[in-house]
């Protein structure tokens, strides 16, 4: 079971906006900043968003949002290429003796 | 431009060993931190280790403390992960991925994979 939660599938038609959720705890995502990675087919993963910062190259139909114990991303006009699973990760500082880096479960985007 | 490229999967007998490589380029790798998360067959992704960038702290998940152990060469560019006593659990893409600023957990970059596969 994963410490972070995602919804397990999320669609939407092109040009729609939609909005996956992670939702964590103070000892995760209240305390430190959420990364979304992308993953298509079985390609290898993609950063999209850390916090609410877009890495370079990203289209800017991509947003992220922090708040409390929830972090999202937002798609504002879905294209077909947006077909992916998506992940979001942060640091957990109470699972293990170090803290580690944990992953929600992943969330299956499908454009319709 | 970053590029990861990872090699030395495979496929072994339970108990066996395996090392993998990531080669890096296009970055300072002497100044990133570095991951190596894996994904199982038809599941989501996992992290496994993490390795500060002059090599001194290291971290792992549970299920792997004692039997990986995660390491780098800066004069080389290139991150590793020594695999021992694997088990039919540990088959999975291994990814490796550099981190974004020091001390972080997040990913900015990711290789394309390796496949290790443990069965007898």
């Known amino acids: 079971q994963s410490a972070l939660t995602q919804e397990a599938s999320v669609s939407g038609t092109v040009g729609q906006k939609v909005t996956l959720s992670c939702s964590g705890n103070?000892?995760?995502?209240?305390?430190?900043?959420v990364a979304w990675y992308q993953q298509v087919s079985h390609g290898a993963p993609k950063t999209v968003m850390f916090g609410n910062s877009l890495p370079s190259g990203i289209p800017d139909r991509f947003s992220g949002s922090q708040s409390g114990t929830t972090a999202s991303l937002t798609i504002s006009g879905l294209q077909p290429e947006d077909e992916a699973h998506y992940y979001c990760?942060?640091?957990?500082?109470?699972?293990?003796?170090?803290?580690?880096?944990?992953f929600g479960g992943g969330t299956k985007l499908t454009v319709l | 431009e970053v590029h990861l490229v990872e090699s030395g999967g495979g496929l072994v007998q339970p108990g066996g060993s395996l090392r993998l490589s990531c080669a890096a380029s296009?970055?300072?790798?002497?100044?990133?931190?570095m991951h190596w998360v894996r994904q199982r067959p038809g599941q989501g992704l996992e992290w496994v280790a993490r390795i500060s960038d002059d090599g001194v702290s290291t971290f792992y998940v549970d299920s792997v403390r004692g039997r990986f152990t995660i390491s780098r060469d800066n004069a080389k560019n290139t991150l590793y992960l020594q695999m021992n006593s694997l088990e039919v659990e540990d088959t999975a893409v291994f990814y490796c991925?550099?981190?974004?600023?020091?001390?972080?957990?997040?990913?900015?970059?990711w290789g394309q994979g390796t496949l290790v596969s443990v069965s007898s």
């Open positions: 991925a550099k981190i974004t600023v020091p001390a972080s957990s997040l990913i900015d970059y």
């Open positions: 103070n000892n995760n995502i209240g305390t430190y900043t």
């Open positions: 990760s942060t640091w957990d500082y109470s699972l293990s003796e170090h803290g580690m880096t944990v």
């Open positions: 296009g970055f300072t790798f002497a100044t990133s931190w």
